[in-house]
């Protein structure tokens, strides 16, 4: 009988959504106790979720969505200096919605039986622990990104209570983060933290953490051992439990998706030798501006190696170098959404330039494909710096680029970093990324690493199965 509901609150982008929702499935699947109410918040720009939700859905039993109602003043992106700050007062200005539905759950007929036994909420939510904390339910984050990140935080919030200024990118300031086996660059950490309102926005999230029950991390032992291993043993923090990777093995549908191209491309990678191609795709917000992608094509142009190129631009027009589409007939493809997982799952794609998103590099593990790091925004630069310096997971091209600043990487060191992926001969990076592919596979297994994870979370939110 599933009487026990979680009530899941994501923070409504693609990169965070979806990983909640998968969340959800792996729970119902590994514990017939289940089930989960996800509230689905509503931010400007991001309507598309409606369609993933429910095309989603109906595979999800057990799983129901209520929409939270748009708020009537909803922050529009720019209102503040750094996004992490827009997404924190949108979160902020939710709180009376969310704090109305959770009650009118609690108080429901519907549940009548079933025990609601606590919140899993983003780390962007964590504004609403206190909501939660008023009616007795405990409060557990979903961290969607790495346990660096959440090694970051914690000395974050350290760091607040003898030092209150921001970051500054070009000090030159290694950083001793406990979590991190080498000093960490100040220029590898968030942009946000560069920023008053962002700054601000992290220290207050950071200090937050502490107050929740637990922390789910979409990590693993075997892909982040030094520093899940620490937060295990840690004994004044929250419980952590790192039950990555957690991704939806489907394609997601996207309004900007071209499912005819979808299918040339797959049929395109098919007739491709093994690991020769290498994929390019910048996440769910990267757009890049003219003089990038001229600089992008060039560096194709040169590497001569196959390609994929998921390429979305600020501009109208695609910004291409007049003739590249000829000169590369054959050789490579260039489309708009891509369907990131299908391709990364095919035996022809070889290496993945990417913009170093928790997700895509958790989908990369996962099928082997070694990265090369070129962050954009976010945390991409630590999750970067983790997977070049700490892990030896990914081959160098930038640690620290920064898309808001427009500085134009050469077709030069693009070509370069490409021949170095797809290097096949010798690469420990792809040994190693190989090795890790086995490993959490096998952890997410009914006995391996993140299972267990798992059922240790479930166990301490509802009890052990009698
Ligand atoms: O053409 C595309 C582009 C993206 N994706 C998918 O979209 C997701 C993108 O997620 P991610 O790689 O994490 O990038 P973002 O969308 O940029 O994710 C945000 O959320 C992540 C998780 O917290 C953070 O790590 C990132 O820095 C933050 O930008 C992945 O599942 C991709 O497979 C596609 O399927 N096709």
Redesign the pocket.
């Known amino acids: 009988m599933r009487n026990t509901e979680l009530i899941f609150i994501p ?1 409504p ?4 959504l ?2 909640f929702l998968e969340l959800a499935r792996r729970l119902i699947d590994q514990d017939d106790r289940i089930r989960i109410t996800v509230l689905v918040m509503k931010l400007q720009g991001q309507s598309h979720l409606d369609t993933y939700v429910n095309s989603i859905g109906p595979s999800l039993p057990f799983v129901r969505f209520i929409d939270v109602p748009e708020l009537e003043d909803n922050p529009t992106l720019g209102s503040t200096q750094s996004a992490e700050a827009f997404v924190y007062d949108f979160t902020e200005r939710n709180i009376p919605l969310v704090r109305n539905i959770v009650m009118s759950i609690l108080s429901s007929p519907e549940l009548d039986g079933v025990k609601v036994k606590g919140i899993v909420a ?1 780390f962007f939510c964590l504004p609403m622990v206190d909501v939660v904390k008023d009616v007795n339910l405990p409060f557990y984050v979903f ?4 346990s660096g ?1 959440l090694a970051m935080l914690q000395y974050l919030a350290d760091r607040q209570s003898k030092d209150t200024s921001v970051f500054v990118r070009d000090s030159g300031e290694m950083l001793s983060i406990p979590g991190f086996v080498n000093p960490v660059p100040v220029n590898v950490l968030p942009t946000a933290l560069f920023m008053e309102d962002g700054y601000d926005a992290y220290v207050k999230l950071a200090m937050l953490f502490p107050k929740a029950n637990g922390i789910l991390l ?1 990590s693993s032992v075997d892909i982040e051992p030094y520093s899940v291993n620490r937060f295990s043993s840690e004994k004044s923090y929250p419980s952590v439990y790192a039950v990555g990777p957690i ?2 093995p489907k ?2 549908p ?1 309004p ?2 071209d499912l005819g191209v979808r299918d040339e491309l797959m049929k395109w990678l098919d007739e491709q030798p093994e690991a020769s191609v290498v994929f390019l ?6 757009r890049l501006k003219g003089p990038l992608v001229k600089e992008i094509a060039h560096g194709l142009e040169l590497c001569r190696h196959r390609f994929i190129w ?1 390429l ?1 631009t600020e501009e109208d027009d695609d910004s291409l170098p007049e003739g590249f589409l000829d000169r590369v007939k054959g050789r490579g493809m260039v ?7 299908e391709i ?1 799952d095919h035996k022809a794609v070889g290496g993945f330039v ?10 990369s593990l996962w099928f082997g494909v070694p990265i090369v790091t070129w ?6 630069q630590l ?1 970067a710096f983790l997977l070049v310096k700490e892990l030896k997971l990914a081959v160098e091209l930038k640690l620290d680029y920064r898309v808001r600043r427009d500085e134009v990487v050469s077709g030069n060191e693009i070509d370069a970093a490409i021949r170095c992926v797809m290097n096949k001969d010798g690469s420990l990076v792809r040994k190693r990324v190989m090795d890790i592919s086995q490993m959490v596979r096998r952890a997410t297994l009914n006995g391996g690493s993140s299972y267990l994870a798992t059922e240790k979370f479930l166990q301490d939110v509802i009890g052990v199965k009698p």
């Open positions: 923070t982008t693609v990169g965070h979806v990983p983003d961290l969607t990104t790495s990140f979409n991704f939806n394609a997601q996207h900007d998706q795709c910048f996440g769910s917000m990267g998921s979305r489309c708009g959404w891509s369907p990131q997982v990364l990417s913009h170093c998103g928790w997700n895509s590099i958790v989908e962050p954009m925004y976010a945390e991409q999750n």
